[in-house]
């Protein structure tokens, strides 16, 4: 149980309470998030993940917002858009790439 919203902001992590998720996805609808996060690494990814759960909160992770609509009552969980952008590549062999994206990377950047 959640005693206070101090309760979700550890050190370290940039935890964010009542987020409008109307600017975030792209038919503009939907309330607000109880918690949102915007992780830049895996690290925090997993940090936010294992303190949600500690606490007993539903999670919801999104990228752009394409395809989604939120309801007007919003999400009383914690909502989670990765800022993941490192792109890798690793030669397979002479003929094979293997591509690495992180969670936050948009395809147009992939792409190019």
């Known amino acids: 149980m959640i005693e206070s919203r101090s309760d979700l902001r550890p050190e370290g992590l940039a935890l964010k309470c009542d987020i409008p ?3 975030k996805n792209w038919f503009k609808t939907g309330g607000n998030a109880r918690y949102f996060f915007e992780p830049s690494n895996v690290i925090e990814f997993s940090q936010a993940l294992m303190l949600a759960s500690s606490k007993g909160l539903e999670t919801f992770t999104f990228g752009s ?5 939120v309801h007007d009552k919003g999400f009383n969980g ?3 858009r990765p800022k993941l952008t490192a792109i890798k590549f690793k030669q397979i ?3 094979h790439w293997q591509v690495s994206a992180g969670s936050g990377v948009m395809i147009d950047g992939l792409i190019q």
């Open 21 to 23: 998720l109307k600017d």
């Open 65 to 69: 917002g394409a395809n989604l609509l």
């Open 78 to 80: 914690v909502a989670i």
């Open 93 to 95: 062999n002479e003929d």
